[in-house]
């Protein structure tokens, strides 16, 4: 797997109404076809309204992992990275991020993806609530991880003086391959940590 973008919609005629039709989407009720719901409403105003409305859109990719090391620790393939998660203001809290993130977890599990992991701003807490509801949680700091974070220019102050949290989730088992010490000294040396940082952090 390389990268995927999801999108979720709506049709359009019920834009003025989400939370509705989320409800009534999470309950079963049958929205398409002969006896589906939309049937009900007067055919004017559906062709009138006719299309999708996107409420929001998420991004998975594989490649932040290349020449990191975490990456490292992990079989190829197996660790996918969340990223431009996005849902319209009027379509939020109503279960569209959940079921983006649902939609996730299916795709991870078809191509036999052991972890997930995603990034979110400390002081976003509803996503933060969000995604530990979904199953997520944060990560404990150390060099493998503080290395992957500021590889995708996400540590402390780089953004506008934001801070992120790299948040993880596992969907299977796996092992973790040790990184050479050779190796992470060399990679904590090019961001200029070096080994004040390895006697400060804990691996």
């Not at 620790?73 to 109503?94: F, H, N, Q, S």
């Not at 934001?162 to 990184?179: G, N, Q, T, W």
Request: aromatic share 8%; hydrophobic share 40%; net charge positive.
């Amino acid at each position: 797997m390389g990268a995927v973008c999801l999108v979720a919609t709506c049709p359009k005629l019920v834009r003025g109404n989400v939370v509705a039709w989320n409800r009534m989407a999470m309950r079963g009720v049958k929205m398409y076809g002969d006896d589906g719901w939309l049937r009900r409403l007067p055919r004017r105003k559906v062709l009138e309204e006719d299309g999708t409305w996107i409420m929001g859109s998420l991004e998975v990719s594989v490649h932040e992992f290349r020449n990191t090391m975490l990456g490292m620790t992990r079989e190829e393939g197996k660790v996918v990275y969340i990223t431009e998660v996005a849902v319209l203001p009027e379509a939020r809290r109503c279960g569209v991020g959940k079921k983006l993130l649902m939609a996730i977890d299916k795709l991870a599990t078809i191509h036999q993806i052991e972890s997930i992991y995603l990034h979110v701003d400390v002081t976003n807490d509803a996503a933060i609530t969000l995604y530990e509801k979904c199953g997520y949680h944060i990560v404990e700091r150390n060099p493998i991880h503080n290395e992957f974070t500021r590889s995708l220019n996400f540590h402390d102050g780089a953004m506008c003086g934001r801070s992120h949290h790299l948040l993880r989730k596992d969907l299977r088992a796996f092992r973790e391959r040790p990184v050479p010490e050779e190796v992470m000294r060399r990679r904590l040396g090019v961001y200029g940590i070096g080994e004040v940082f390895l006697k400060r952090e804990a691996w």
